[in-house]
């Protein structure tokens, strides 16, 4: 299903990147942790504490409900509910899929838009992880550590399920690569970009 820019079908948007004709297909694939919700819904959560803590205090004083639960609850669409939504499609939305010829970072951030980010394998020099909240949760983050395109510059994402056992299968899918195409050495630089591919640029 699409609703404006947001693709609700990941399969659709991984058809679209999976060259089948070259035998390309989806080696692994993850969201990200359901922690990664809660911890953008903090704010919200006390904000609406506030706005229901301010309506209680309201109906105690005797003031009319009727208005002051309408600008209530208009504030809280505004100020929260908007924002609720947002880091819900965040959340729910976004993931990143491997193939055995790209990485793909898919960042769906509202209805509004879509960045989908392909990375050919040959452009990565590698992948390294790092902790986050002092490592108690089952989530980590990894940088993608390209070669060229974005100037050089690491791509990072944070609240990946299990993030140093991915980030050794993304290793163990670039050794392949390398083997399968290279016979192990060292591939040469290419001028392959690794800019993002927004929403207009992909044919439904």
Same mark, same amino acid.
């Given at each position: 299903?699409? @609703?404006?820019?947001?693709?609700? !079908?990941? #399969?659709?948007? =991984?058809?679209?990147?999976?060259?089948?004709?070259?035998?390309?297909?989806?080696?692994?694939?993850?969201?990200?942790?359901?922690?990664?919700?809660?911890?953008?819904?903090?704010?919200?959560?006390?904000?609406?504490?506030?706005?229901?803590?301010?309506?209680?205090?309201?109906?105690?004083?005797?003031?009319?409900?009727?208005? =002051?639960?309408?600008?209530?609850?208009?504030?809280?669409?505004?100020?929260?509910?908007?924002?609720?939504?947002?880091?819900? @499609?965040?959340?729910?939305? !976004?993931?990143?899929?491997?193939?055995? !010829?790209?990485?793909?970072?898919?960042? #769906?951030?509202? =209805?509004?838009?879509?960045?989908?980010?392909?990375? #050919?394998?040959?452009?990565?020099?590698?992948?390294?992880?790092?902790?986050?909240?002092?490592?108690?949760?089952?989530?980590?983050?990894?940088?993608?550590?390209?070669?060229?395109?974005?100037?050089?510059?690491?791509?990072?994402?944070?609240?990946?399920?299990?993030?140093?056992?991915?980030?050794?299968? @993304?290793?163990?899918? =670039?050794?392949?690569? #390398?083997?399968?195409?290279?016979?192990?050495?060292?591939?040469?630089?290419?001028?392959?970009?690794?800019?993002?591919?927004?929403?207009?640029?992909?044919?439904?």
């Amino acid at each position: 299903m699409r @609703i404006f820019a947001l693709e609700t !079908d990941k #399969q659709r948007i =991984i058809k679209r990147f999976c060259n089948q004709e070259e035998n390309e297909y989806v080696v692994l694939m993850t969201s990200y942790h359901t922690l990664s919700f809660f911890f953008a819904m903090i704010r919200e959560i006390f904000m609406t504490i506030l706005f229901f803590a301010i309506g209680i205090g309201t109906w105690i004083a005797g003031f009319p409900m009727f208005w =002051i639960s309408m600008i209530l609850m208009s504030l809280w669409v505004i100020f929260v509910f908007f924002n609720m939504l947002k880091a819900y @499609i965040d959340w729910f939305f !976004d993931f990143i899929f491997v193939t055995t !010829d790209k990485v793909v970072i898919v960042d #769906q951030t509202s =209805i509004f838009k879509q960045e989908i980010m392909p990375i #050919q394998i040959e452009n990565i020099g590698g992948v390294s992880t790092f902790t986050q909240y002092w490592d108690i949760f089952p989530f980590g983050g990894i940088s993608i550590h390209l070669k060229e395109g974005r100037q050089g510059k690491d791509i990072t994402k944070q609240f990946v399920p299990d993030a140093r056992e991915f980030a050794g299968k @993304i290793s163990d899918i =670039i050794t392949r690569y #390398q083997r399968r195409h290279y016979g192990g050495e060292q591939p040469k630089a290419t001028d392959a970009p690794a800019d993002p591919v927004t929403d207009e640029e992909i044919e439904p």
